[in-house]
């Protein structure tokens, strides 16, 4: 059974930072090209960052050099580095976990940038 699950979220100042991690058990982890995704309510779901298999990324326009995208196979983890963070980072970001059969999404976590 395949399980996605995301945490490290919460509330943050604006140019604070936070890591998001993605757990994602029951697929081939080293097979899957893993995505962080953001929805706020104004807006549809947005691509953040994606590493693919061999380990290349890449980054929505707005992220401009500040998140991180990395993965460990040994934990089958998936992390997301965000500094300098804006009040318009706010948003619910989800983990995305595409393979060769199906794809994948996690409940989401919660950031608030906000002081």
């Known amino acids: 059974q395949v399980h996605i699950v995301e945490s490290g979220g919460g509330l943050v100042q604006p140019g604070g930072s936070l890591t998001l991690s993605c757990v994602a058990s029951g697929i081939n982890f080293d097979r899957a090209a893993i995505s962080w995704f953001r929805q706020n309510p104004t807006n549809k779901r947005e691509l953040v960052a994606v590493i693919g298999r061999s380990g290349g990324t890449n980054y929505g326009d707005f992220v401009e050099g500040r998140f991180t995208i990395s993965r460990d196979s040994a934990k089958k983890t998936v992390l997301l580095q965000m500094t300098s963070l804006k009040p318009e980072d706010t948003g619910v970001y989800y983990c995305?976990?595409?393979?060769?059969?199906?794809?994948?999404w996690g409940q989401g976590t919660q950031v608030i940038v906000s002081s």
């Open positions: 995305n976990v595409l393979t060769e059969m199906d794809d994948y």
